[in-house]
C-alpha cells in the first residue's frame, strides 16, 4: 500500500499554515525563527515528494532539499546570534519592543 502523492501534499500544506500562523501570531523571537524552519521544512516535504512522483530515478528535489537544509541551518545560526545580541543589550526578546531600526 504506497501513500499518495496528495497525502504528502496536503501533510506539507499543514505544517506550512501552522509556520504561517507561528509566524503571525507570535510575538516571541525564538519563536518565530521555529516557524520559518517548520514552513521550509514543508517546502522540503513538497521537494522530495514531487521528485520522486515525477521522476523516481534522479535525485533532484533531494539535491535541493538538502541545499534548502543548509541555508536553514546557517540562517538558524545567525538568527540565534542576533536575538542573543538583542538580549544582551535589551534583556527581552519581545518583537513588539525592537525598534533599533527606527531613526
Given at each position: 500500500m504506497a501513500v499518495q502523492l496528495e497525502s504528502y501534499v496536503l501533510l506539507a500544506a499543514f505544517l506550512f499554515c501552522i509556520g504561517i500562523f507561528g509566524l503571525v501570531n507570535s510575538r516571541n523571537a525564538v519563536r518565530v525563527l521555529m516557524s520559518i524552519e517548520l514552513m521550509l521544512n514543508a517546502v522540503n516535504i513538497n521537494l522530495i515528494a514531487f521528485s520522486n512522483f515525477l521522476d523516481s530515478?534522479?535525485?533532484?528535489?533531494?539535491?535541493?532539499?538538502?541545499?534548502?537544509?543548509?541555508v536553514a541551518a546557517a540562517e538558524a545560526a545567525v538568527g540565534l546570534a542576533i536575538i542573543l545580541s538583542i538580549y544582551r543589550n535589551r534583556e527581552t526578546i519581545d518583537m513588539e519592543q525592537f525598534n533599533l531600526l527606527k531613526w
Amino acid at each position: 500500500m504506497a501513500v499518495q502523492l496528495e497525502s504528502y501534499v496536503l501533510l506539507a500544506a499543514f505544517l506550512f499554515c501552522i509556520g504561517i500562523f507561528g509566524l503571525v501570531n507570535s510575538r516571541n523571537a525564538v519563536r518565530v525563527l521555529m516557524s520559518i524552519e517548520l514552513m521550509l521544512n514543508a517546502v522540503n516535504i513538497n521537494l522530495i515528494a514531487f521528485s520522486n512522483f515525477l521522476d523516481s530515478e534522479e535525485i533532484k528535489g533531494q539535491i535541493f532539499t538538502i541545499f534548502v537544509l543548509t541555508v536553514a541551518a546557517a540562517e538558524a545560526a545567525v538568527g540565534l546570534a542576533i536575538i542573543l545580541s538583542i538580549y544582551r543589550n535589551r534583556e527581552t526578546i519581545d518583537m513588539e519592543q525592537f525598534n533599533l531600526l527606527k531613526w
